[in-house]
């Protein structure tokens, strides 16, 4: 069935540091991919999306670029903040299976001053 | 426009009880889905609903059930409760089954 598998966590990174979170996925169909962020305590908020292979989804100066040929959806954001650190979670959608949410076990992020 | 809504925020129920947790959708939206999040875990799909019917489960055994309502809220149900049903309760609503998404923060249920 339909996978997504993250990088391990977590991430520890000083303030303004480059961000790179891995993520690649296995789907039988064509899946839309995303990227949620959780706060301590809170549920998911929806970061970023992207729905065709080569479409890049972008939010907050968070990144990330639909690789159909390496099925690959990795995050990136160039000058990290405190307020970034959270735990982010890649997902992919696939309309063959009812659209529903498949979730990676999720990256712990913690920004640095 | 108001967003996900679930309630309680937190509950402590004993091995063998039953609980129902809510949610009520985003307006306009009219599929909801449910998860639990263990600790340290990424969300695993349990079912979703559109429009009342369900449409779709995961691995999840019988005693996971649910209803949506003609107001398109919605009812998590769980009986016989064990221990590893302990875990975080996400509602999510969308417009039609795959479109976006959004979550509510979730129940915090704990079975002691």
């Known amino acids: 069935g339909d996978s997504v598998t993250q990088m391990e966590g977590p991430v520890t990174l000083s303030e303004e540091a480059f961000l790179t979170i891995n993520c690649t996925y296995t789907?039988?169909?064509?899946?839309?991919l995303f990227w949620y962020v959780q706060y301590p305590g809170e549920g998911l908020q929806l970061l970023l999306k992207?729905?065709?292979?080569?479409d890049k989804g972008s939010n907050k100066g968070f990144e990330a670029t639909y690789r159909k040929e390496t099925t690959s959806f990795h995050l990136e954001k160039g000058s990290v903040q405190v307020s970034d650190s959270a735990v982010y979670f890649c997902?992919?959608?696939?309309?063959?299976?009812?659209?529903?949410?498949?979730f990676g076990q999720g990256t712990e992020l913690s920004v640095k001053p | 426009e108001t967003g996900v809504t679930q309630s309680p925020t937190h509950l402590i129920k004993t091995r063998g009880q039953q609980v129902t947790l809510r949610c009520s959708s985003q307006?306009?939206?009219?599929?909801v889905s449910w998860y639990q999040q263990a600790l340290g875990q990424g969300p695993q799909f349990i079912f979703q609903?559109?429009?009342?019917?369900?449409?779709g489960r995961g691995n999840f055994p019988p005693r996971f059930s649910g209803l949506q309502f003609p107001n398109y809220s919605s009812e998590l149900n769980v009986n016989a409760l064990e221990l590893d049903d302990s875990a975080l309760y996400l509602c999510?609503?969308?417009?039609?089954?795959?479109?976006?998404?959004?979550f509510g923060s979730g129940t915090r249920l704990t079975v002691v």
């Open positions: 307006s306009g939206h009219n599929t």
């Open positions: 789907a039988t169909g064509y899946p839309s």
């Open positions: 999510a609503s969308s417009f039609d089954r795959g479109g976006g998404y959004t």
């Open positions: 997902a992919l959608s696939d309309d063959n299976q009812g659209g529903k949410l498949i």
């Open positions: 609903y559109y429009r009342e019917e369900e449409n």
């Open positions: 992207a729905t065709k292979a080569d």
